[in-house]
C-alpha cells in the first residue's frame, strides 16, 4: 500500500523540531503538493551522501557505513521527479563537491568512484535505465550489478584488456524516482526481495492533495535554514565517534520490532531474504536520524545509538515495508509473466494491429508475444480479429472496466480533504554542529 501523508507526518513530528528532516518535509509541504514520502525519502539520501566516510555503526563484529540509497514510485503525476530534483537543486545551490554524474557502463561508474570515492548519484527518470538493464545477458546489465556490489563493499574494480579498473574506500549514495508503470514492465518479485532493488529504501506513494494554480508562501527564512545547515556539512566538521553498538534498550526495541515483522511477513509468503535486510536498513536509518539533529557528532568516543532514535528508525523502515509489499502486488514472479503483463497493459479498448501491442509491450520476440496473446485470449482479456490480413486485438469489456476502475479510485484519493496542518509553521534554527 502507498505511503500516506499521515503516516509520513506522523513519524516526522517525532523528530526534534530543529531536524533537517523535519524542516525539510515542512517546508516542501507548503510548496508543493508532491507526497510527503517522496521527501522524506530525498531527505534520507542527502544524509548519506552527507555523512562522512568514517561515521559508521561497529556491531556484532562489523562495521555499517551510512551509504543510502532511495527509491520514490508512484503513478504518472504523483511528483517524483520534482521531489527529486528539488534535492538535486539544494545540493547545486550549495556547490556540493558530493554530487556525481551517472555513469552509462560499470567501467564509467568505477573510474568515476576511483576519482571521487563519495558521492551522491540522481536518477530523476529511471525508466530508461531499468530498460537497459532488464536482460541479465545485456551489456548495460552489468552496471546494475556493479551498483549493487559497491553498496555493501568499499571498493570495486573491472579488469580490462590493458589495464585494471579500481576504486577503493568508497561510499555510494543513490536517490532515484521511477514511474509505477515502468516498475511493472521491466522488475519481477524476485528483484525486489534481493540484489539490487533490495538495496533500497523505497517510498511509493500517491497525491493526496492536489494544488490548482497554486502561488506556494514564500519561506526565505525556512529555505535559508536549510541551505546553512548543508553548507556547514560539507565545511570542516568536528571530530567524528562510530557509534559503539546500541544501547540495551535500542537493541531489545529493534529485535522485539523485527521478531513482529518477520512473523507479519511471512504470514504474506515474503521471502525471507527481504525480511533479512530490514535489520541493516533500520541501522542505516537511524544513524543517519543521530546525524540529522547531532549525536553523531557531538558526542564523546563511545557513543552508542538510543532507543528513542531506533524507535523512530523502525517506523520509517515501516513505510518501505508497506510500499514494497504494495509494489509485490501488481508485479509477475517471473520474466514470462512480466511479459505477459506487459502485453495486456498495452493492449487498448479499441482494435489495433498486433505488432503496435508487441512494440509497446518490449516483448523480446514474436513467438513469445503470440503465445502470450493467446494466453490473455485464453483468460478473456482480450479479442483478436483479422481484417485485411491483418491481426487487430483489443481489451475486452470487462477488462476495460477494470482499468477505468482504479483510475477512478486514484483520482477519488486525490480529492479528499487535505489532511490536518502540522505543527511545523514556525521556523526553528536547524542544530548547528558549532559549540
Not at 552509462?104 to 548519484?121: A, F, N, V, W
Not at 545477458?137 to 585494471?164: N, Q
Not at 514564500?218 to 541551505?227: C, K, P, S, V, W
Amino acid at each position: 500500500m502507498p505511503a500516506s501523508e499521515a503516516a509520513v507526518l506522523a513519524v516526522v513530528k517525532q523528530l526534534p523540531p530543529e531536524s533537517f528532516i523535519r524542516q525539510y518535509v515542512a517546508y516542501f509541504r507548503k510548496q508543493t503538493d508532491t507526497p510527503l514520502g517522496f521527501h522524506l525519502a530525498t531527505t534520507l539520501a542527502l544524509l548519506g551522501a552527507l555523512s562522512p566516510t568514517d561515521f559508521a555503526l561497529q556491531d556484532l563484529g562489523g562495521t555499517l557505513r551510512t551509504n543510502f540509497w532511495s527509491l520514490v514510485t508512484g503513478p504518472s503525476g504523483s511528483r517524483k521527479t520534482w521531489a527529486v530534483e528539488r534535492g538535486q537543486e539544494l545540493l547545486q545551490t550549495c556547490q556540493s563537491p558530493f554530487l556525481g554524474l551517472t555513469p552509462d557502463t560499470i567501467e564509467g561508474m568505477i573510474r568515476l568512484l576511483r576519482d571521487k570515492p563519495r558521492q551522491l548519484l540522481i536518477y530523476p527518470d529511471m525508466g530508461d535505465f531499468l530498460k537497459r538493464t532488464v536482460r541479465p545477458d545485456g551489456y548495460s546489465s552489468a552496471l546494475k550489478e556493479g551498483y549493487t556490489r559497491v553498496f555493501d563493499s568499499t571498493s570495486v574494480g573491472r579488469g580490462l584488456a590493458k589495464t585494471d579498473v579500481i576504486a577503493t574506500d568508497v561510499k555510494l549514495s543513490l536517490l532515484a524516482a521511477v514511474n509505477g508503470t515502468y516498475v511493472n514492465a521491466f522488475t519481477t518479485i524476485p528483484d525486489w526481495l534481493g540484489g539490487f532493488f533490495g538495496r533500497f529504501f523505497v517510498i511509493c506513494a500517491e497525491r493526496e492533495r492536489e494544488y490548482i494554480d497554486y502561488d506556494p508562501p514564500e519561506d526565505a527564512e525556512r529555505y535559508g535554514r536549510l541551505l546553512e545547515w548543508l553548507e556547514e556539512r560539507h565545511g570542516e566538521q568536528p571530530r567524528i565517534y562510530p557509534a559503539k553498538g546500541l544501547t540495551a534498550e535500542a537493541r531489545q526495541l529493534l529485535a522485539e520490532w523485527y521478531t513482529r515483522c518477520k512473523q507479519e511477513l511471512a504470514s504474506i509468503h515474503i521471502a525471507e531474504s527481504f525480511v533479512e535486510r530490514l535489520i541493516p536498513l533500520t541501522k542505516r536509518i537511524a544513524m543517519l536520524l543521530e546525524w540529522d539533529y547531532g549525536c553523531g557528532w557531538d558526542t564523546q568516543e563511545g557513543w552508542k545509538v538510543t532507543a528513542a532514535t531506533m524507535n523512530i528508525a523502525t517506523q520509517i523502515t515501516n513505510l518501505h515495508i508497506a510500499s514494497v509489499v504494495g509494489l509485490l502486488r501488481d508485479l509477475a514472479p517471473t520474466l514470462e509473466m512480466r511479459e505477459l503483463f506487459a502485453l495486456r497493459a498495452a493492449c487498448k479498448p479499441y482494435y489495433r494491429p498486433l505488432a503496435d501491442v508487441y512494440l509497446d509491450a518490449f516483448v523480446g520476440n514474436a513467438r513469445r508475444g503470440r503465445d502470450g496473446i493467446k494466453l490473455l485470449e485464453e483468460a478473456g482479456d482480450v479479442k483478436t480479429l483479422v481484417e485485411n490480413s491483418q491481426t487487430l486485438v483489443r481489451l475486452t469489456t470487462e477488462a476495460e472496466k477494470a482499468v477505468n476502475r482504479a483510475h477512478r479510485e486514484r483520482w477519488a484519493k486525490m480529492h479528499d480533504p487535505e489532511p490536518d496542518e502540522d505543527s511545523d509553521d514556525n521556523v526553528v534554527p536547524i542544530r548547528s554542529s558549532k559549540k
